[in-house]
């Protein structure tokens, strides 16, 4: 997929239009308040619903006549992007939204985007020989720092009873990981796919623990969780305020892309359209596209997995009170397109 530059969005909706398209099913034939979306992107498997609705033409149809992608060096970039009007839409890891919400950032999530808790990847060095979760104290871990891999290691060793600050972690990105784990400069690395898969293809590496599953020998295969991520939809609350209707249109579109990539009959289809566009290899995200669970449901597992990742915050020092993920999901869009996928409505209005 071709990455264009953002092309500033125009346009913004009456009083009175607002009123009504919050009111009644009218937004579903109304015009969207602005005919342009840019989207904060990337080449993970997350990014397959919106993929699959740009190439069938879905946000055309609902009355979108241009859509931008956007690539970003890292998640703090994208969300001043999306703060600056830069990006309409941002579908990031779960932890840099609680992060900003907690900061007064002016964010709003709109929904789920899909469950990566068994994406996530601790896996060392064969040589290392880490049989014990006390034998992590022996080697240096690799891990992006402030990233959702950040809060795995913390429940991990909660769940474990480690003393985290006895964990020897070295902060960088997951390529360099890979590197550092090849030459034993690390001899762990913990991350997301595909990185996790690529760091498994040597042979000389083995998988320590998943996001819900032990590797360790005394407890092997048991189901453990101790990831909590997820990819959710973001935008920033004067967008949704100024663009009702749009958001409205936006969300069920990708509602129903989500739903496409989850039927099972699809499959094939959509990691094709996704290699094309990543220009990745179809045996590796064959192999990965498991590990995700497109779900669009707001529901009480939701709020679990954000509360999750705020405890995590309170507890490292980077919040000093926790807000209720509640009060920044705004849920009405995706109860419009679908309220049984609504169990647990935000508390976000306009």
Request: glycine share 6%; aromatic share 8%.
């Amino acid at each position: 997929m071709d990455r264009r530059s953002f092309i500033a969005q125009t346009g913004i909706a009456t009083a009175a239009l607002a009123t009504t398209a919050i009111s009644n099913t009218a937004w579903a034939q109304s015009a969207p308040e602005v005919s342009k979306l840019a989207f904060g992107f990337g080449n993970d498997p997350v990014f397959a619903p919106h993929m699959v609705a740009i190439e069938k033409g879905w946000f055309k149809e609902a009355g979108f006549t241009e859509i931008n992608t956007k690539t970003f060096a890292g998640g703090a970039i994208a969300g001043e992007a999306l703060v600056a009007g830069e990006i309409s839409l941002w579908t990031p890891g779960n932890l840099p939204p609680v992060s900003m919400a907690h900061s007064g950032v002016p964010i709003v999530i709109l929904g789920n985007n899909a469950i990566a808790t068994v994406a996530d990847k601790l896996i060392a060095r064969k040589d290392a020989n880490i049989k014990t979760p006390e034998d992590l104290y022996k080697i240096k871990i690799g891990l992006l720092q402030g990233s959702t891999a950040s809060a795995d290691l913390y429940y991990l060793a909660k769940q474990y009873g480690l003393d985290e600050k006895r964990l020897q972690v070295v902060n960088m990105p997951p390529p360099e990981q890979l590197a550092a784990l090849n030459s034993n400069n690390i001899q762990a690395m913990l991350c997301w796919q595909p990185w996790g898969f690529n760091a498994l293809k040597s042979g000389t590496t083995e998988l320590i623990h998943s996001g819900t599953e032990s590797g360790f020998a005394k407890n092997k295969s048991e189901k453990v969780q101790v990831s909590y991520t997820r990819s959710i939809f973001v935008a920033s609350q004067e967008f949704v305020k100024k663009n009702p209707i749009a958001t409205r249109k936006m969300m069920a579109v990708l509602v129903r892309a989500q739903k496409y990539v989850a039927d099972s009959k699809n499959k094939n289809e959509v990691i094709d359209l996704f290699c094309q566009q990543t220009k990745q290899d179809k045996v590796l995200a064959t192999a990965i596209w498991g590990d995700f669970t497109f779900d669009p449901s707001i529901d009480n597992a939701y709020v679990r997995d954000m509360k999750a990742m705020t405890d995590y915050m309170l507890a490292s020092g980077r919040i000093k009170t926790a807000k209720d993920v509640l009060e920044y999901t705004y849920s009405d869009p995706v109860a419009a397109v679908d309220p049984a996928l609504v169990k647990v409505a935000g508390r976000f209005k306009i």
